[in-house]
């Protein structure tokens, strides 16, 4: 039970962004993806915020998400929702 407790202080809710912070997110992506350069992204999922730090693979607008890989021509990519997206960093 002292666990669960734990996990529970753990958890944090997601920030909501302004359009400004929005569109500068918008902004960094598609730098990013235009010139292969290595992002750090924070963001919101499972009740956790997480800093995933890669290269933009693909960015789908139509589905809102972009795919990002440890390295640039791996297969191996991670999923990220704009939605769920808080900041992006480029390195």
């Known amino acids: 039970m002292n666990i669960r407790v734990q996990e529970e202080r753990n958890t944090k809710e997601k920030t909501m962004l302004n359009e400004r912070q929005w569109k500068q997110n918008c902004f960094q992506l598609i730098i990013a993806h235009k010139d292969n350069l ?3 992204v924070k963001c919101y999922q499972d009740c956790h915020v997480h800093h995933i730090k890669g290269y933009i693979d693909s960015i789908n607008y139509q589905d809102e998400h972009i795919a990002i890989v440890d390295k640039l021509g791996h297969k191996d990519f991670t999923i990220i929702k704009f ?3 808080i900041d992006v ?3």
């Open 38 to 40: 290595l992002i750090e």
């Open 83 to 85: 939605n769920d997206m």
């Open 89 to 91: 960093f480029i390195l």
